[in-house]
RNA sequence: AGAGAGAUGCCUGAGUGGUUAAAGGAGCAGUUUGCUAAACUGUCAUCGGGUUAUACUGGUGCAUGGGUUCGAAUCCCAUUCUCUCUGCCA
């Protein structure tokens, strides 16, 4: 959410950045935060004053009632009755004001920032970088929703048959390479600095609206009824909220932590031949890394991420390319977005196993995750999260670029978590 | 799930209707000593008004939401959470 204080004092600047965002009645959007705004901050200063005179009355009252002038203290008892008439009503505009200035900053995106391309959608997004070799394939390569049936290693059918469609069993060779993966990924958090966590895996409302699931996106949620508590979209969710109403010491920054979690997501109306197979699931396994940053570092931080995240590209020997998406397909919160894609070698097309994004304040300030700064003040800290990976999307690349006809290899570096070295 | 106790700032913790959220600790800033340490002083949540920025100044905040009262951390009601005991249980 973005700052309103911010808002009034740089107008022209969040209105180009919503702009950039390509919001929709931006302008006007801004106009009516502002006016709301001002009429909050006007009826908060006739409520304050009206609430100092009761309080210089009610002393006195206290005073005379000691000293037994009982008649004296309840005339200014009256005086106090018009006061609190007057100051219910205040009272009533305020919280009506307050929650109208609320929704209104709900509905503004973050800023994007200065190095975020102008465009509309995904085909405006910005190519930084290609990395590793496209082989093609033997003519007679197949899917990899073919090949997991070929090898029995996952079975819709029967995740169909126990919760629905987009909920798939993995078996054998296949439930091991998931489990392979996830120490893999969890091994090299660590080793590049982050502490494990493991959260659980619903959260509340509050933990909803602190990461900004909510309200906008909460369609996107399943949502346990009998208990008020949504199933997690990622990791991102309970480990950030680790940190609402925090506050760090400077010190202790940057904060890293790292975790894995199944992930829920209702993909309400998704269809075709794009969420075939891997590509597109309601349950998923994913480890995500998490950064806690000081506001001067966090892009440094931000591209430190998306380095390491290659890096585990690289081992796994996938090709992948990183985007810089453009204003309008970064997503609501983040000011800044890279998205990793690895080439799907039979489906022939790029498949997005990672984001990683930097939300500056926008989280924090949902969230008060705050610091002390130099001069002892309060300030906003800067969140950063990235998939570190996604399981299923990489797994469809694994079994399509490394199928031969002896079976289908296993990268090296996951190996020695199999116990094997190929599929077959 | 039942009974009892409890929830106060970054942390510990006093406070049972009348100006003040006591006190201590951590952190930060300043002063002092050649460094560190120590000592001393200050600060310590949040929304406003005011100012170029200070200064100055008002409100709110004792789990959350209501209520009683001229006045509530303190009394009443509801909710949430924590602890202890009992029950159940991977």
């Known amino acids: 959410m973005l700052q309103i204080h911010w808002i009034r004092e740089n107008k022209a600047l969040t209105l180009a950045g919503l702009e950039k965002k390509r919001l929709k009645n931006a302008a006007e959007a801004v106009e ?114 073919e090949l997991i049936k070929k090898y029995d290693i996952i079975d819709f059918e029967l995740g169909v048959k126990i919760s629905g469609a987009g909920f798939p069993v993995y078996k054998g060779k296949g439930a091991k390479l998931q489990r392979a993966m996830i120490n893999f990924f969890l091994d090299q958090a660590a080793e590049a600095g982050y502490g494990e966590v493991q959260p659980p895996i619903v959260v509340n409302e509050a933990s909803g609206y602190g990461t900004g699931q909510l309200p906008d996106k909460e369609g996107q949620m399943y949502f346990i009824n009998a208990d008020g508590l949504y199933l997690i979209p990622t990791a991102e969710v309970p480990i ?42 309601h349950q998923f396994d994913k480890v995500e890394i998490v950064q806690i940053q000081h506001p001067d570092k966090s892009y440094e931080t931000h591209e430190e991420m998306s380095q390491y995240i290659q890096s585990l590209l690289k081992k796994l020997e996938l090709p992948y390319r990183v985007l810089r998406l453009c204003g309008g397909d970064i997503s609501f919160g983040a000011a800044l977005c890279y998205d990793m ?33 130099g001069e002892g003040k309060t300030q906003l800290l800067h969140t950063l999260n990235g998939s570190a990976l996604a399981l299923p999307r990489i797994l469809a690349a694994i079994l399509e670029n490394n199928q031969t006809p002896e079976g289908i290899w296993i990268p090296k570096v996951l190996r020695p978590y199999t116990g094997f070295d190929k599929i077959d």
Request: glycine share 6%.
């Open 341 to 373: 894609e690895v080439y799907s070698a039979a489906q022939q097309r790029w498949l997005e196993v990672s984001s990683v994004s930097n939300f500056e304040t926008f989280q924090a300030n949902r969230l008060k995750l705050r610091m002390k700064d």
């Open 240 to 281: 950030t909220n680790l940190y609402r109403d925090v506050i760090v010491n400077p010190k202790d920054l940057p904060i890293k932590t790292a975790g894995y979690t199944p992930c829920f997501r209702r993909e309400a109306g998704s269809w075709g031949a794009h969420v075939r197979g891997l590509n597109r699931l």
């Open 32 to 145: 009516k935060v502002l006016e709301i705004d001002s009429k909050k901050r006007e009826t908060q200063v006739k409520l304050d004053q009206n609430r100092a005179k009761q309080g210089v009355l009610a002393k006195e009252i206290g005073e005379l009632m000691k000293a037994g002038k009982k008649t004296e203290a309840e005339i200014l008892k009256t005086q106090t009755a018009d006061l609190k008439t007057q100051a219910k009503e205040l009272e009533t505009l305020f919280a009506d004001l307050e929650t109208q200035l609320t929704q209104q900053l709900y509905l503004l995106p973050n800023l994007p920032h200065a190095s975020v391309p102008e465009g509309a959608g995904a085909d405006d997004n910005e190519v930084l970088y290609e990395h590793g070799e496209v082989k093609p394939l033997a003519a007679d390569a197949l899917p990899h929703w």
